[in-house]
C-alpha cells in the first residue's frame, strides 16, 4: 500500500453511468508510467449495476472505489474524491476521456517546475466517439498565463481550459481556498477557477497530454444545462469583471453581447430548427435579460454574414477584442 508521502499525484474520476466508454478511459489512466500516482474513482449511480460490477473486479493497488450510496452530483463527487486523496497534486478526469501514456508524468514536471501557480492545463486532441483524431489545439511558447490575462480571456470565451480532464491543481490550493461550490450544477468548475486566479498565475503545459471525447451524450452538450450555465455564470463573471482594470470594461461588455451571447443564441436559433419549440421559448426567456431579441438577430446576421467571407474574426478583433486586451490582444 503507497503511503501518503510516496503518492505524487491522485486522479480525481467521477462516473455516472459512464459504460462502455468508461473501460477505455479508466484504462489509460492505470497504464500510466514514471510516476507516482493514485486513482480514485466515484461511482455516482448507484442504480448503475453494469458500472458497479465492472469497478468491483478490479484489482489494482493504485486503484480506489466509491460507490456513492447516494447521488452527489459532478462536484459533490469531485471534492468527496478529493478529500479521500494522498497525492500532493490533483488531477482531475474524465470518464469519457483518454490519457496519453506521459500525461502523469509531464503534470507532475511540470508542477515541480512552477510551484506557484493556480492550476495548470494541458493541451488536448480533440476524438470522436470512435476514438479517431478530429482535432488538436495549437500550441505556442507560453509555460503561464497572468492572472489579468486569466479573468479578460475567461470573460470572453469562459472556462480557460475548457474541461476539467486537463486540468491539474496542487492540493493545497484547495486547503487554502475551499472545494468545488455543490450547489452550482455546470460552473462549478468555472467558479473555482475564478476564485483562486484572484493573484495567482496559471500554467500552460504546451503538449497534448489527452485525447478529450466529443459526443452526443455529454452534459455540456444538454440542451437543458445551457440555462444552468448561462444563469450561474453570472455571478462569476461579475467577480471577473470587478478585477479588470476600468478602461477594460466597456470592450468586455461589448464583447459579452457580440461573442458570448451571440452564440447562446445560436444555440436558441438551432433549438427552433430541431423542433424543440419548449425548450428554445424557455431558453429566449434567459436571453431577453441580456438584450433585446431584435438586437440579438442584428448581432447574429452581421456575424454570420461576415463569416462568409471569413471577415468575422477580424471584424470582433477591431470591435472589442484588442481594446480589451491593451497590448496582448494583437
Known amino acids: 500500500m503507497q503511503t501518503q508521502e510516496t503518492i505524487d499525484i491522485s486522479v480525481i ?9 468508461f473501460k477505455a478511459s479508466l484504462d489509460s489512466v492505470l497504464a500510466q508510467k514514471g510516476v507516482s500516482y493514485e486513482v480514485l474513482v466515484g461511482n455516482d449511480s448507484p442504480s448503475d449495476v453494469e458500472t458497479r460490477n465492472y469497478l468491483d ?38 470518464q469519457d476521456d483518454i490519457m496519453n501514456t506521459n500525461c502523469l508524468y509531464e503534470t507532475v514536471n511540470f508542477h515541480n517546475e512552477n510551484p506557484n501557480i493556480a492550476y495548470a492545463f494541458s493541451r488536448v486532441e480533440i476524438i470522436d466517439e470512435s476514438g479517431t483524431v478530429i482535432d488538436r489545439m495549437s500550441i505556442d511558447s507560453n509555460s503561464t498565463m497572468s492572472s489579468q490575462t486569466h479573468d479578460l480571456t475567461s470573460i470572453l470565451t469562459g472556462s480557460v481550459p475548457g474541461n476539467i480532464a486537463n486540468v491539474s491543481i496542487n492540493k493545497s490550493i484547495f486547503e487554502t ?20 486566479t484572484d493573484r495567482l498565475p496559471v500554467g500552460i503545459i504546451q503538449k497534448h497530454l ?59 436559433l438551432n433549438l427552433l430548427r430541431t423542433g424543440d419549440n419548449k425548450e428554445a421559448q424557455e431558453f429566449l426567456k434567459v436571453l431577453k435579460k441580456y438584450s433585446s431579441v431584435p438586437n440579438y438577430y442584428f448581432r447574429y446576421s452581421i456575424l454570420k454574414s461576415l463569416s462568409v467571407i471569413k471577415k468575422d474574426k477580424k471584424f470582433q478583433h477591431w470591435l472589442y477584442y484588442k481594446q480589451a486586451f491593451g497590448n496582448n490582444g494583437k
Not at 474520476?13 to 466508454?21: A, D, E, I, R
Not at 472505489?65 to 482531475?92: A, Y
Request: charged content about 25%; hydrophobic content about 35%.
Open 13 to 21: 474520476v467521477p462516473s455516472y453511468n459512464g459504460m462502455p466508454l
Open 57 to 94: 473486479q478490479l484489482h489494482y493497488e493504485k486503484l480506489r472505489v466509491f460507490h456513492n450510496e447516494n447521488n452527489l452530483g459532478l462536484f459533490g463527487n469531485l471534492n468527496n474524491l478529493i478529500r479521500n486523496s494522498n497525492g500532493r497534486i490533483i488531477h482531475l478526469w474524465s
Open 177 to 196: 481556498y475551499g472545494y468545488f461550490r455543490e450547489d452550482l450544477k455546470y460552473s462549478g468548475d468555472f467558479e473555482f477557477w475564478c476564485r483562486i
Open 210 to 268: 489527452i485525447k478529450l471525447r466529443r459526443h452526443t451524450g455529454q452534459l455540456s452538450r444538454n440542451p437543458k444545462m445551457w440555462i444552468h450555465r448561462i444563469e450561474e455564470n453570472d455571478e462569476i463573471l461579475t467577480t471577473f469583471m470587478a478585477r479588470v482594470p476600468e478602461d477594460r470594461k466597456k470592450y468586455l461588455k461589448r464583447g459579452l453581447l457580440w461573442r458570448v451571447y451571440n452564440q447562446y443564441f445560436g444555440l436558441y
